[in-house]
């Protein structure tokens, strides 16, 4: 797993809330702008099996390729490694009962999911759970 960063960096892609909410369902909102989870086994890309890539919801910036997905029983979309190390922020998260590492988009700051260290079957040993609504699938 990639180091956790400090949070000392903007974001390339800046709006208000309000211009979010109009780009986002509320769903995406709640997950992308405030760190939310979508229940498991609910997001529209847990069993996509084509090949592509997966752009963050809210800038755009690509964030996983279907190569890494793999199979996993934790109810999300999950892949061993990010499409760019570049191109997703991991940040301490102890929001939850637990402490986790949350990953959140270079980009636009938006938050995607969180990384485990929980699959020795991977290539990296990594598991990064990602929300559907988080991230928008493009096939090719």
Same mark, same amino acid.
């Given at each position: 797993?990639?180091?956790? @960063?400090?949070?000392?960096?903007?974001?390339?892609? +800046?709006?208000?809330?309000?211009?979010?909410?109009? @780009?986002?369902?509320?769903?995406?909102?709640? +997950?992308?702008?405030?760190? #939310?989870?979508?229940?498991?086994?609910?997001?529209?890309?847990?069993?996509?099996?084509?090949?592509?890539?997966?752009?963050?919801?809210?800038?755009?910036?690509?964030?996983?390729?279907?190569?890494?997905?793999?199979?996993?029983?934790?109810?999300?979309?999950?892949?061993?490694?990010?499409?760019?190390?570049?191109?997703?922020?991991?940040?301490?998260?102890?929001?939850?009962?637990?402490?986790?590492?949350? +990953?959140?988009?270079?980009?636009?700051?938006?938050?995607?999911?969180?990384?485990?260290?929980?699959?020795? @079957?991977?290539?990296? #040993?990594?598991?990064?759970?990602?929300?559907?609504?988080?991230?928008?699938?493009?096939?090719?």
């Amino acid at each position: 797993m990639s180091p956790v @960063q400090p949070d000392e960096d903007e974001p390339t892609v +800046v709006k208000s809330d309000d211009e979010w909410r109009a @780009q986002l369902s509320n769903r995406e909102f709640a +997950v992308l702008r405030r760190g #939310g989870t979508e229940r498991p086994w609910s997001g529209e890309y847990v069993d996509t099996k084509v090949g592509g890539a997966y752009h963050c919801r809210g800038c755009g910036l690509e964030v996983f390729r279907s190569r890494t997905k793999i199979e996993s029983t934790s109810g999300w979309a999950s892949f061993y490694a990010p499409s760019s190390a570049a191109n997703v922020q991991l940040r301490p998260d102890l929001t939850g009962k637990f402490p986790r590492i949350a +990953v959140r988009c270079a980009g636009c700051h938006g938050h995607l999911g969180h990384v485990f260290d929980d699959a020795p @079957q991977t290539p990296t #040993g990594d598991r990064y759970s990602i929300n559907s609504a988080a991230v928008r699938f493009l096939p090719g």
